[in-house]
């Protein structure tokens, strides 16, 4: 199954239109990426599905990029080997072709979750590693307040731990990330402690949940975050993130090893 929008992109989000800075907001985090590359666990070939602008790809030695979005594959650095243009549901890799294989903040926008991951699980030998957001989890951000449509965006497009510990089969588990104050990959959740860069709005647009709401949402979000940090309201009741070194949210690493395999990754299932 290969659907795209116009640009190639795969799933809910067309990254023709919104992707354009992604690179520049989205860089990769080398905390984060060591949580990744632990769970790799010494996997040397990885496939990254999803791979877009290429973050993260540096947790392993040899990485076989998939991307479907024109947009995302043109954005990838020039070390960086070319993507394959192809999607989650249909891999063109024979069956366990792989160590491990990842996919990093993209499980959510797949037309169809279960076939992807199960795909990723045919082509690989060992594990399986999904950076992700847990939908039970997303709503307890502050940013809910001010913007509660975002949030229930996302809490709808990502899949339960559940579901996707269930279509990759074998063992598994489930890791919290702390994410860092000074987070240099732009998602939601990384500006805990920095509300100003949320009313950048190039800063929003490379966090897809943005792209769902209206023009309404955002500018209501924008006056009221404004005023609030104008006032003081918003530092009276979180400002003591501005100095929490880490915020434990709703990001996680679901990690999956075939049945048979020892599993040496500790977490939470």
């Known amino acids: 199954m290969d659907v795209r929008g116009p640009d190639g992109s795969a799933g809910d989000v067309d990254y023709g239109s ?18 990744v590359a632990d769970a790799l666990g010494g996997a040397r070939t990885v496939v990254n599905v999803g791979a877009g602008a290429g973050s993260y790809e540096s947790a392993a030695p040899a990485v076989t990029a998939v991307e479907p979005s024109a947009s995302m594959r043109a954005q990838r650095a020039a070390g960086l080997p070319r993507a394959v243009n192809a999607v989650a549901e249909s891999l063109p890799f024979g069956d366990g072709e792989f160590d491990g294989a990842m996919t990093l903040f993209s499980v959510h926008q797949w037309s169809d ?15 399986v590693v999904v950076l992700t957001c847990d939908p039970a989890l997303v709503r307890d951000f502050w940013l809910y307040e001010y913007a509660p449509e975002v949030l229930d965006t996302e809490a709808r ?43 950048d ?69």
């Not at 919104?18 to 949580?35: E, L, N, T």
């Open 157 to 199: 497009r990502y899949p339960s731990v559940e579901k996707l510990a269930a279509s990759l089969g074998g063992a598994g588990s489930v890791r919290a990330v702390p994410i860092p104050l000074d987070c240099t990959d732009g998602f939601n959740e990384a500006y805990y402690g920095r509300p100003e860069m949320l009313l």
């Open 201 to 269: 709005p190039a800063a929003r647009q490379a966090c897809s949940a943005w792209s769902f709401v209206d023009d309404g949402v955002r500018e209501r979000f924008t006056t009221r975050l404004r005023d609030d940090l104008d006032s003081g309201v918003w530092d009276e009741r979180f400002g003591h993130l501005r100095g929490q070194a880490c915020y434990e949210g709703s990001l996680v690493i679901v990690r999956a090893t075939p049945q048979g395999q020892e599993e040496h990754h500790h977490g939470r299932t």
């Open 113 to 127: 979750v279960a076939a992807g991951l199960r795909e990723m699980r045919r082509v690989t030998r060992g594990p």
């Open 18 to 35: 919104i992707g354009s800075g992604y690179a520049h907001y989205r860089r990769p985090d080398p905390r984060i990426a060591q949580f």
